[in-house]
């Protein structure tokens, strides 16, 4: 079965830490993502990557950067933490072998407070 | 930005009815997805349509795709309580290693037993 695997479900932070969200996925996927879903605003993308050590910024890159050293594992990374980034953080994987649909892991609640 | 925009932003039914739910975009896409997310939980992908496509059928969902008027509907019949759950619909853009997908806000369908 394919599994997309967020290392933390529930995570609370202060403003200005550095936070670092864990993706992995077990399916040889080339296109990672993250999303991050925020009531009324639906889900947004923060950044994409389509290969090891290539990233590309989505809709809302301001405020993160992310890292890809390995094909299976994505991370997103909060420099600087802020209480706006308090939000639900999901993560993604595809292939064009699958028709291009998205599996998801089961998110990271994050408050930064 | 936001590319999907789902009607309504929530529904609620009694167990047995059909429950419809209707997704508009605003730019030419290559294929249509749908999406379930149960409360707090990461999404389930449920159905793709290709830009070619006017109808798709999956056990008790029926998916509809209007390129002309560049919205798509997802019905579900003989709705059942654990169809409670959002339906977000996402529309594709780029290609390749710029390939992602863009999701509206969602409908929220709760179904009463």
């Known amino acids: 079965d394919v599994k997309v695997t967020q290392s933390s479900r529930y995570l609370v932070k202060r403003t200005g830490e550095k936070v670092f969200l864990e993706c992995v996925q077990d399916m040889d996927h080339e296109n990672m993502f993250w999303y991050r879903q925020d009531p009324g605003l639906g889900l947004r993308l923060i950044y994409f990557s389509y290969d090891v050590k290539m990233k590309e910024k989505g809709d809302i890159p301001e405020g993160y950067s992310v890292s890809r050293e390995k094909k299976e594992r994505f991370s997103l990374i909060l420099e600087s933490a802020s209480t706006n980034q308090t939000s639900m953080y999901l993560c993604?994987?595809?292939?064009?072998?699958?028709?291009?649909?998205?599996?998801f892991g089961s998110g990271t609640q994050l408050s930064v407070l | 930005s936001q590319q999907g925009e789902e009607d309504p932003q929530a529904l609620s039914i009694q167990e047995g009815e059909n429950a419809t739910m209707n997704c508009s975009y605003k730019?030419?896409?290559?294929?249509l997805q749908w999406y379930r997310q149960n409360s707090g939980r990461g999404l389930v992908h449920l159905i793709l349509?290709?830009?070619?496509?006017r109808e798709k059928h999956s056990g008790r969902l029926r998916v509809t795709l209007d390129t002309s008027k560049k919205s798509s509907s997802l019905l579900i019949t003989a709705s059942r309580a654990a169809d409670t759950a959002s339906y977000f619909c996402a529309t594709d853009s780029g290609g390749g290693s710029n390939y992602k997908l863009t999701f509206g806000k969602g409908t929220l369908l709760t179904v009463n037993p």
């Open positions: 730019t030419s896409i290559n294929n």
């Open positions: 349509i290709r830009s070619n496509e």
């Open positions: 993604a994987s595809s292939f064009i072998g699958t028709g291009w649909k998205l599996f």
